[in-house]
């Protein structure tokens, strides 16, 4: 998972060197990059189903996959853009959702 997050931080270091905005702006136009992504899961996953009849079967659940990596991606260069430490605050916020689903599993 180190190479994984050098080469999120590459990513996004390559990103900020190509922007004419700064800060929150980057951001915000990033959040906009991932909704944009989101959509393409969405457009894949009825592509799957051929859902579009003007388009019919155009796509398979590896289009999706594929997709749903862009969205992670995208995620998670927008994280480590905005500062901090992008890799612990990941951990932290997966370690809570664990910690609230086994709560809920062991309520009655």
Do not use: Y
């Amino acid at each position: 998972m180190d190479d994984t997050w050098m080469t999120l931080n590459s990513l996004a270091q390559e990103l900020d060197s190509q922007s004419v905005m700064a800060g929150e702006q980057r951001w915000l136009v990033q959040v906009v990059k991932l909704q944009e992504e989101v959509g393409e899961v969405a457009e894949a996953a009825i592509g799957v189903l051929g859902g579009n009849p003007r388009k019919g079967r155009s796509h398979e659940w590896d289009d999706v996959r594929k997709e749903v990596c862009d969205v992670a991606v995208t995620a998670l260069v927008l994280l480590v853009r905005m500062g901090g430490d992008p890799r612990w605050f990941f951990e932290e916020h997966v370690r809570m959702l664990a910690a609230r689903a086994q709560a809920r599993a062991v309520a009655p």
